[in-house]
C-alpha cells in the first residue's frame, strides 16, 4: 500500500469517484416486478383501488397526467437461490407513493428519485422497500400502492414508470459509502492545516486502494481502515446540536389540499419504518389538523402513531392547529389556533404544548408574545427570517418581546433550514453561523425533507450515527424540541430582546396576492364573532342551546384557509378554485345562522317593527330608509332598537349637502375632484384645514412580473399607469352625495362611488372591479397634509408604530407593511386615516398613504386575482391624534355591519323595551372582541383588548345576575377572580393588554 503520498495531493476528485463506485454497488438488480394501474383523476379508497382505468406496465410505458391518482398493484417472485440474500425492492414510478399492506394500512412512502428539491440539502428520493415490510410469504411478492402523478412540489415529471425490480442489497458496500460519505465531508469542511483534516483524507485514500476487487474481503478491510477515525471522539465539548427529525408538509401550495392528506400518510408511515430500524430516532411533526386527517382516512396508521408518541421516539410539535400566516390572520384567529391546536393534543395524546412551531411563516405579528404567553406557551421556533433581503437577523436565540412587553423565548436553527441533510456541513455552518455562540451551548436542527414531505430517509441517520461524537465535530444528540429548550432555557438571563414584529423583509406581495381570499377570510372572521355573539344571547336570555359543534367546525376550516401558503396568496390555481367555493358556503351558513339567532331574539321581545342590532361596544347610528323617509337611528352598544311608526323618528337634514359637478360637500368636508376622477382637495370646513397636498387617490397599474410572493422592489420608481375616465355621475340620495367614476384600463373596468355621509367624516371609496390584467399590480394613494416620521398601523390587538422614512437598511427594508383595519398618520392636534374593508398591504413613504389594491402574477396561479372584486376603502380626516380621533372604532365600524330583522305584527302594545343594551363598556381605548360560550360549557367568555397602548380603567356593565366573573387566560385557565357589584365591573388594563372572563350569569331574561 502506498503511503507516501502527502495529504494535501491526494484528489477530493478522486475520493468523490471512489464514494460514486461505491453508491454504484449497493444495490444489484435480479428480477423485474409484473405491474399494473387504475388510473383516476381523485384519490380512491383502497378497497375501490380496482376502479379506475385499467394498464399493464413496463419502466418506460406512462401511465398518467398531472394530478392523476392510480393505484398500483406489484406481483413477483423470489428467485430460485436468492431468498438467503438481503433482498430490497427498488421502485421509482415517477410520482409520490404509498405502499398499503393486505389489510390496507399504509405501510412506506416513496418518491420519485428526480424530484424537485435543493440537491445540496440532499437527495429526496426514496426508492427502496425493505423486503421484509411486504412479503405476504416466503417466495410472493403482491402488495398495492397507491400514487400520486407529481412529484414533491406538484410538479409534472413525465407519469411514467421508472423501476419496479427485486434487488440485493448488499449491507457491507451500504454501510461502507456512509463511512466514506460522512468522512470525505468531514475533511472537506475542516481547516485546510488541521491534523484531523490529513488524518482523514490518508485513511480514505488508504481504503481507496483497498477497492480494486471490490470482494468481501477488501470491503470488510476498508471499512476497518475507516472505522478507526469514525470511532476518534471529542473531549469536552461547547455546543451540543439537538437533532430533531422533521417533516414540513405544507397543507397546500403546488398541490391540491386532497393531495397533502396523501403526503401524510406517506411521510408518517415512512417515520414508522424508519423507526425500527434507528433506535435513536426522534421524529416530529406539527399541525393537529394533519393529525386530524390521518385519524379520518387511515385510522390503523394513526392508531401506530399514537403508540409511537406514548413509546416518546414521536413528538407532537406546534401549538397551533396549522402553522398559520400570521400578517393577516385576525386576532381572535389566532387565538383559536393555539385554543383548538392545544386542545386536540391534549385531548388526542395528553401532551400539554409549550412551544410555537412556525419553521415557514412570511413574517410575524408583535401581537403572538401576549398570545402565546396568555396561552401558555413558552417558546417559538422557526427559520424564516434568515430569508430576508437586506438585513441579518442579529440572533439565533433571543427573547422575543410583543406590543404589550410579554417575553418568549425563541430560537431560529443556526443551519438556516428545517431540510437540514444531517451532513457534516450542516454540524459545521451550525458552529460557524450560530450568532449566540458565545452565550448558549446548545442549537438546535431539523433534518429530514419538508415542504411536500417524505421526512428523514436512510442517509440523515446513517449519517448521525456516525456523528453523534466524531472528532472534529460538535456533537449531535437526537431528542425532542421541547428537552431542546428547556436546556436553552436555563440560560434565558444571557439572551438580548427584540421588540416589535419580526418582519420578513421578502413576500411582501402576500398581503395582496389572491384578493378574493383576503377579503372572504376577513368577512367570516366577522361573521363568526356576529355568529358566537348573538347565539351568547341566547343562551344566556332564551336558555337555547348554544352550537359549539357547529361553531368549532366552521372555525377549523377557516383556521385551515389560514395557512401560511393558502391566505397569503401562494398556492396554486385548484387551491383557491376549492377554497372559494367553500368559503361562499361557509358565509352562507354563518350568515343565515345570525340572521335565524337575531330573528329570535326579535320574537321574543315581540313588539312588531324594524330592529337594528348592533354587536359593537358602543352605540352608533344607522341610515335607513322606511316609508320613503330617511331616519338616523341610534342603535345601543351590543344590543337593539326597534325602529317603528312611532319611535325613533330621528331625523337629520344636512343643509350642507351638495353633490354637483366635480363636488362633494357636506357640513364638514368639501371634496374637489379633478378631470380625470382623482381628489383634487379636502377641505375640513370644521377644523379649517385642508388635508391633501397633491392629487389623491390616484389609481395606479404598475407592471409586475414578481410571482405571488414578490413584486419588483423597484416598482414605484418605473412608469405607471393609469386607467382612463369614460364617464362620471353625481347623484344625492338621501343622506349620501356621491361621485360614480367609470374607468377602463386593458380588458379591465373598474367602477368606484366616492360617497359622503350626512354629519360623516368618512370618505367613502366603494370599488367594484373587473380585473383581467396579467403581471399587474392596482395600488392607490393619498398624499395627506399631514407631517410625522411614523405611521400607526393596526395589527391584531392593537397597533404598532412604523417609520415614513428610509433612513437605515432596516426602515428601507419595510417598504410594503402590513396592517389590518387602518393605518393612520397623526399630528398631535390633526391626523389622517385610511381604512378598508379587505385588504392588507400598505406602503407610507414621507406623507404619502398608499394601498395595494390587486396584484396578477402568473406564478404559481397564472389566474391570479383575474376575476371580480367588490372592496372599500375610507379615509377618514379628524381632529387630534389617532387616539383621541378612536380610529380604531371607525375600522370595527366599516368592518362589522348593523343587522336587521323586520318583524311583522299589529301590536306594539307589547311591553317588550324599544332598545336595550345587553353589555355597555365605559371606555374609551378598550373594545370586546370576542363574546362566546366558554369551553366547558359554563358560561361566558368576554374577551377584551385595550386598544391605544395605555393604561386604562374602565367599567363593564352587563345587563344580567351575575354568580361571578372569574379572569382566565386565553386557553380558559382561571387565573384569578373580578369583583362585581349589580352586574357591574371594574377592570385595569395595561398597554394593548387582552383580558379574558368567564363570566357565569344566576338567573335568564
Not at 412506506?108 to 435543493?118: M, R
Not at 413525465?158 to 470525505?184: M, P, R
Not at 427529525?245 to 411521510?267: F, N
Not at 396568555?374 to 440572533?395: A, C, F, I
Request: charged share 25%.
Amino acid at each position: 500500500m502506498n503511503r507516501l503520498v502527502p495529504y494535501e495531493k491526494i484528489s477530493l476528485r478522486t475520493l468523490n469517484k471512489m464514494k460514486e463506485q461505491i453508491a454504484e454497488r449497493i444495490y444489484k438488480k435480479i428480477s423485474p416486478l409484473q405491474v399494473q394501474a387504475w388510473v383516476t383523476k381523485e384519490p380512491v379508497p383502497y378497497d375501490d383501488r380496482e376502479s379506475g382505468s385499467p394498464l399493464r406496465l413496463q419502466p418506460g410505458d406512462k401511465w398518467g397526467e398531472l394530478w392523476d391518482c392510480a393505484w398500483f398493484h406489484f406481483e413477483g417472485r423470489i428467485p430460485e437461490g436468492s431468498r438467503s440474500q438481503n433482498l430490497v425492492l427498488l421502485i421509482d414510478v415517477n410520482g409520490e407513493l404509498c405502499i398499503f399492506d393486505k389489510n390496507g394500512i399504509p405501510v412506506q412512502g416513496l418518491t420519485n428519485v428526480n424530484s424537485e428539491f435543493d440537491y445540496s440539502l440532499g437527495k429526496p428520493g426514496k426508492r427502496v422497500v425493505d423486503l421484509q415490510n411486504i412479503l405476504t410469504d416466503g417466495e410472493t411478492i403482491d402488495f398495492w400502492a397507491d400514487a400520486g402523478c407529481n412529484d414533491l412540489f406538484g410538479h409534472f415529471r413525465s407519469g411514467t414508470l421508472k423501476e419496479a425490480d427485486i434487488a440485493i442489497c448488499n449491507e457491507e458496500i451500504k454501510s461502507l459509502y456512509y463511512d466514506v460519505e460522512v468522512l470525505l465531508e468531514l475533511a472537506e469542511e475542516l481547516e485546510t492545516q488541521s491534523v484531523r483534516k490529513a488524518r482523514v483524507l490518508q485513511a480514505l485514500y488508504d481504503a481507496s486502494l483497498l477497492l480494486v476487487e471490490w470482494d468481501d474481503s477488501a470491503i470488510a478491510e476498508a471499512r476497518k481502515l475507516l472505522k478507526k477515525e469514525l470511532d476518534k471522539k471529542n473531549g469536552d465539548s461547547e455546543l451540543t446540536i439537538s437533532a430533531v427529525g422533521h417533516a414540513h408538509i405544507d397543507l397546500a401550495w403546488l398541490w391540491p389540499i386532497r393531495e397533502t392528506i396523501r403526503k401524510g400518510a406517506r411521510t408518517f408511515s415512512t417515520a414508522l419504518r424508519n423507526m425500527e430500524k434507528y433506535p435513536d430516532y426522534i421524529f416530529g411533526a406539527s399541525q393537529p389538523q394533519l393529525y386530524q386527517w390521518i385519524k379520518q382516512a387511515y385510522p390503523e396508521l394513526y392508531k401506530q402513531i399514537k403508540a409511537r408518541i406514548e413509546e416518546g421516539r414521536w413528538e407532537v410539535q406546534g401549538a397551533m392547529w396549522v402553522e398559520p400566516d400570521s400578517n393577516i390572520s385576525g386576532g381572535e384567529a389566532l387565538v383559536r389556533q393555539v385554543l383548538y391546536g392545544k386542545q386536540f393534543f391534549k385531548e388526542e395524546f395528553d401532551q400539554e404544548m409549550k412551544v410555537l412551531w412556525v419553521p415557514d411563516i412570511f413574517g410575524y405579528t408583535a401581537s403572538l408574545p401576549q398570545i402565546l404567553q396568555k396561552s401558555g406557551v413558552e417558546y417559538v421556533m422557526t427559520q424564516k427570517l434568515s430569508w430576508s433581503t437586506y438585513n441579518d437577523h442579529p440572533h439565533h436565540t433571543f427573547l422575543w418581546e410583543g406590543i404589550d412587553g410579554s417575553k418568549v423565548l425563541t430560537h431560529l436553527p443556526p443551519e438556516d433550514t428545517y431540510n437540514s441533510p444531517a451532513a457534516p456541513r450542516s454540524i459545521v455552518k451550525i458552529e460557524k453561523e450560530y450568532k449566540d455562540k458565545n452565550i448558549s451551548d446548545r442549537a438546535l436542527m431539523l433534518f429530514g425533507i419538508g415542504d411536500g414531505g417524505g421526512g428523514p430517509g436512510e442517509e440523515h441517520l446513517e449519517r448521525l450515527r456516525r456523528e453523534k461524537n466524531l472528532l472534529g465535530l460538535s456533537p449531535v444528540v437526537q431528542e425532542h424540541a421541547i428537552h431542546f429548550f428547556e436546556k436553552l432555557n436555563q440560560q434565558r438571563d444571557k439572551y438580548k430582546t427584540w421588540r416589535g414584529e419580526l418582519y420578513l423583509e421578502k413576500h411582501q406581495g402576500t398581503l395582496t396576492t389572491q384578493a378574493r381570499n383576503k377579503k372572504y377570510n376577513r368577512q367570516i372572521e366577522t361573521a363568526l364573532r356576529e355568529f358566537e355573539f348573538s347565539s351568547s344571547l341566547l343562551s344566556v336570555y332564551e336558555e337555547i342551546d348554544y352550537p359549539k359543534t357547529d361553531i368549532d367546525t366552521v372555525w377549523k376550516e377557516v383556521l385551515l384557509y389560514q395557512f401560511h401558503d393558502i391566505l397569503p396568496g401562494s398556492s396554486i390555481t385548484r387551491v383557491y378554485e376549492e377554497s372559494i367555493v367553500r368559503y361562499e358556503k361557509l358565509l352562507e351558513q354563518v350568515r343565515t345562522r345570525i340572521h335565524q339567532n337575531y330573528e329570535t331574539l326579535a320574537k321574543t321581545i315581540g313588539r312588531p317593527g324594524l330592529y337594528l342590532f348592533n354587536s359593537l361596544p358602543w352605540e352608533r347610528r344607522e341610515w335607513i330608509k322606511r316609508e320613503g323617509q330617511w331616519r338616523n337611528i341610534l342603535i345601543p352598544a351590543m344590543g337593539y332598537t326597534i325602529v317603528d311608526e312611532k319611535t325613533n323618528v330621528d331625523r337629520q337634514e344636512d343643509q350642507e349637502l351638495v353633490a354637483k359637478e366635480q363636488l362633494l360637500e357636506n357640513g364638514l368636508l368639501s371634496v374637489t375632484f379633478s378631470n380625470d376622477g382623482t381628489l383634487k382637495s379636502i377641505y375640513d370646513k370644521e377644523n379649517k384645514r385642508e388635508c391633501l397636498i397633491g392629487s389623491a387617490n390616484v389609481l395606479k397599474i404598475y407592471h409586475d412580473t414578481g410571482d405571488a410572493w414578490d413584486f419588483p422592489t423597484n416598482y414605484h420608481e418605473t412608469k405607471a399607469m393609469q386607467p382612463s375616465l369614460k364617464k362620471t355621475q353625481t347623484l344625492k340620495e338621501g343622506p349620501y352625495v356621491m361621485v360614480v367614476n367609470h374607468y377602463s384600463y386593458g380588458s379591465s373596468t373598474i367602477k368606484q362611488t366616492i360617497r359622503l355621509t350626512s354629519g360623516s367624516r368618512l370618505i367613502e371609496f366603494k370599488t367594484s372591479v373587473d380585473w383581467r390584467e396579467n403581471e399587474k399590480m392596482l395600488r392607490t394613494s393619498f398624499p395627506v397634509n399631514v407631517h410625522s416620521e411614523t405611521v400607526n398601523c393596526e395589527i391584531q390587538y392593537g397597533y404598532i408604530k412604523r417609520p415614513t422614512h428610509r433612513n437605515t437598511q432596516w426602515d428601507f427594508a419595510k417598504d410594503e407593511i402590513v396592517a389590518h383595519h387602518w393605518i393612520d398618520m397623526s399630528e398631535p392636534n390633526y391626523g389622517v386615516a385610511l381604512l378598508n374593508d379587505s385588504k392588507y398591504g400598505h406602503r407610507v413613504h414621507n406623507n404619502i398613504l398608499d394601498l395595494n389594491l390587486l396584484r396578477s402574477p402568473s406564478y404559481p396561479d397564472p389566474v391570479a386575482d383575474q376575476a371580480g372584486h367588490e372592496f372599500t376603502y375610507c379615509l377618514y380626516p379628524h381632529a387630534g391624534d389617532l387616539v383621541q380621533a378612536e380610529v380604531y372604532k371607525k375600522g370595527y365600524e366599516i368592518n362589522i355591519p348593523t343587522q336587521s330583522i323586520e318583524l311583522k305584527g299589529t301590536d306594539d302594545s307589547l311591553p317588550g323595551r324599544i332598545s336595550r343594551s345587553f353589555i355597555e363598556l365605559n371606555a374609551q381605548t378598550v373594545m370586546i372582541e370576542t363574546i362566546k360560550q366558554a369551553e366547558d360549557g359554563k358560561g361566558l367568555i368576554v374577551r377584551l383588548y385595550e386598544t391605544a397602548g395605555t393604561h386604562a380603567t374602565v367599567e363593564l356593565a352587563l345587563d344580567m345576575e351575575l354568580e361571578s366573573v372569574l379572569e382566565t387566560d386565553l386557553m380558559e385557565q382561571i387565573i384569578g377572580s373580578v369583583d362585581h357589584f349589580g352586574g357591574r365591573l371594574a377592570l385595569n388594563f395595561s398597554p394593548f393588554e387582552i383580558k379574558t372572563l368567564k363570566i357565569k350569569t344566576r338567573t335568564h331574561g
